[in-house]
């Protein structure tokens, strides 16, 4: 393992900078919520634009072999996914997926499609999908809000609660499908620092909702993903999120998504080279933040007031010294129950 690591060092120091982007889709259909979908023709013409600007789109699982490898990252990987288990994603994406031979994988949740909540896919759907090369992991049992502990339970209750369910949701989806990837995309893009450490302990990868491109030191307990829907689906929008980068990341100082003051500090150690301190911008919504440097390589920033009750972000980006027209771009996600 520490050669791995001696390895991928010396080869980021070598090679040009690396990174992938994962795509997080939920719908593709036009009579669906806007704010997650995507219509066919918009979802075609991104596929086209992957295909016609030489895109490497691979699939989550070899991304994943990729991180915990050490091994290098394909210029301009692109990873696509849907969450939330439903039908259009057979009906209506499937055909033009396959269309363009791209892999892709759905994240389902087994105890909605049991019992048939929403337009949800069917298992022989599911199947089908599979025996396509489709890729089916975990979203957990029922789509619950993962951090919220329940009323009168503790958080011991609270984590045996939430390790049984990933572990049911991971033996039914093998029951149904054969595939036992033990990758979990958060319900929401919901988590926190106790449930990355259950993650870890269970050997699962974990996958966000929060924007961001993913590099060799991007935390396998959060790997971040762009929306590709509602707003983000105008095709500008998107090919800018497609040349970012992961920023070098050693230690994430003050980074726990559930936070505890508010507004909360964001703190994160990292390797300045390829882009300039003072290029480093952050904002929280509209609110542009000024970083404050401690140290040559530690920042922080902090909003000017607290932040609403729910989910919310900082985001920080920086120009590529060494990669033209690219930029880095981290998004911390906040919960405030």
């Keep these: 393992m520490r050669l791995i690591v001696i390895l991928s060092v010396l080869y980021s120091l070598l090679s040009p900078v690396q990174a992938a982007v994962m795509l997080i889709y939920h719908h593709v259909a036009a009579d669906t919520p806007r704010v997650s979908s995507v219509t066919a023709d918009e979802f075609r013409q991104h596929l086209q634009y992957l295909q016609d600007n030489n895109f490497a789109v691979i699939g989550l699982d070899e991304l994943i072999a990729q991180l915990k490898q050490g091994k290098p990252i394909a210029d301009n990987a692109v990873v696509i996914t849907f969450d939330d288990s439903f039908e259009n994603n057979y009906t209506t994406a499937h055909p033009i997926l396959m269309e363009f031979g791209y892999p892709y994988t759905i994240f389902i949740s087994p105890g909605s499609i049991d019992n048939r909540v929403g337009p949800v896919l069917s298992w022989d759907q599911v199947r089908q999908m599979a025996a396509d090369g489709v890729l089916v992991a975990n979203h957990a049992m029922n789509h619950e809000h993962m951090t919220r502990l329940e009323p ?35 319900p929401y893009g919901e988590f926190n620092n106790k449930l990355e450490t259950l993650i870890e302990k269970l050997g699962f990868v974990g996958i966000g909702q929060q924007s961001g491109a ?40 003050s980074a726990n998504q559930q936070i505890s003051d508010n507004p909360p500090t964001l703190r994160l150690r990292l390797n300045v080279t390829d882009f300039l301190r003072n290029q480093l911008r952050c904002y929280a919504g509209p609110e542009a933040l000024e970083p404050k440097w401690l140290t040559d390589n530690t920042f922080e920033v902090t909003a000017s007031k607290p932040l609403n009750h729910g989910r919310s972000r ?6 590529s010294l060494g990669k033209k027209g690219y930029f880095y771009w981290y998004s911390q996600p906040w919960l405030n129950n």
């Design 152 to 186: 009168g339970e503790t958080e011991a209750d609270w984590l045996a609660r939430i390790e049984q369910n990933i572990l049911s949701a991971e033996q039914r989806i093998k029951q149904e499908t054969g595939q036992n990837h033990q990758w979990l995309a958060y």
């Design 314 to 319: 900082y985001n920080c980006t920086a120009p």
């Design 214 to 253: 993913i590099g060799h030191s991007t935390l396998l307990t959060r790997i971040p993903r762009y929306p590709a829907a509602g707003q983000y689906a105008d095709l500008a929008n998107l090919a800018q999120k497609l040349r970012t980068l992961a920023f070098d990341i050693t230690d994430y100082l």
